[in-house]
């Protein structure tokens, strides 16, 4: 039987840093790569979702509804939800 891990305490005034405030460069640090993340990931967004995007996939979208619905046997729509 191995004995069970024990863990460091560090809640409250056990914590290394405790009372110890962020210094304003470390602040301003955080900030900027904070900034410079959600910039990317904005632009990175917008780039995406062009219209001709769109486009495609909603042709891609009614092509697979067709295929799967539309083109049976009887040639007639299965669950088309109203």
Do not use: C, W
């Amino acid at each position: 039987m191995t004995e069970p891990v024990k863990k460091r305490d560090h809640r409250g005034e056990r914590n290394p840093h405790y009372q110890h405030s962020m210094s304003q460069e470390s602040r301003n640090a955080i900030a900027s790569s904070q900034r410079a993340r959600f910039f990317y990931y904005k632009n990175a967004v917008a780039n995406m979702m062009t219209e001709e995007r769109v486009r495609e996939i909603i042709k891609e979208t009614i092509d697979s509804y067709m295929s799967q619905n539309l083109l049976k046997k009887n040639n007639k729509p299965n669950n088309i939800p109203l």
